[in-house]
């Protein structure tokens, strides 16, 4: 079973913060996804990345960053939270993309007051 | 964009009745993964099934693909089985790939 880990798992922070949030997988996926998930929306594509130092855009990149420092390590990043980010943000790998199947990490939820 | 449509949006059964949850998407797919939501919003892989049918215990996913549908069954329904059922269809994208989500089905389950 593949393993995605994601931290922190619960994030309060205020309007116009500094977020990192981070995900680690340990079974040398190639492509790492993040997903945020707000009511009646399903989960939405925000940045992804096929490896070290690649960054494709999502369906909802605005306001977000996202850095692959390593094959294991996809950071997405807030620079000027706001209310509106306040989602549960799921991470994900896979391997080479199309023909394989996506595996979730437990999801961090962030607060934006 | 990839569309994908879930239907029922909600349903609520009596313990050991059957459910159908049916997913429909707008191009050509190159997998269909089925996903369960904990209430607590733990995210679980049910299925990878690109095409035909596959069976777990209880449940069947069945993706036709030229018809751009699937179907997930649940037979002898459990409370436990209670919470949000997401269809997800990949598709390519240039060098990438990405999964579209439907809105999900909440499927609620009484003793």
């Known amino acids: 079973e593949a393993a995605v880990t994601q931290s922190p798992r619960n994030k309060v922070t205020v309007t116009g913060g500094n977020v990192t949030l981070s995900c680690r997988q340990t079974?040398?996926?190639?492509?790492m996804y993040w997903y945020r998930q707000d009511t009646g929306h399903g989960l939405r594509l925000i940045h992804y990345s096929y490896g070290a130092g690649n960054l494709q855009i999502g369906d909802v990149p605005d306001g977000y960053k996202a850095t692959r420092t390593t094959q294991e390590d996809f950071f997405l990043l807030l620079e000027l939270a706001s209310p509106s980010q306040t989602s549960l943000y799921f991470c994900?790998?896979?391997?080479?993309?199309?023909?394989?199947?996506?595996?979730f990490g437990p999801g961090t939820r962030l607060t934006v007051l | 964009g990839q569309q994908v449509q879930q239907s029922p949006a909600s349903l609520v059964l009596q313990e050991g009745e059957n459910a159908e949850l049916q997913c429909n998407f707008s191009?050509?797919?190159?997998?269909l993964q089925w996903f369960y939501q904990h209430p607590g919003g733990r995210l679980v892989s049910l299925f990878y099934n690109p095409s035909g049918t596959k069976h777990t215990g209880r449940l069947t996913s069945t993706t036709v693909t030229n018809e751009r549908r699937g179907s997930l069954h649940i037979s002898s329904s459990q409370t436990t089985d209670s919470g949000t059922y997401f269809c997800?269809?990949?598709?390519?994208?240039?060098?990438?790939?990405?999964?579209?989500f439907g809105k999900g089905a909440k499927l609620t389950v009484s003793p």
């Open positions: 997800a269809i990949g598709s390519a994208q240039g060098t990438g790939s990405k999964l579209s």
């Open positions: 994900a790998s896979s391997d080479w993309g199309v023909f394989y199947e996506q595996y």
């Open positions: 191009s050509t797919a190159t997998r």
């Open positions: 079974n040398s996926h190639n492509y």
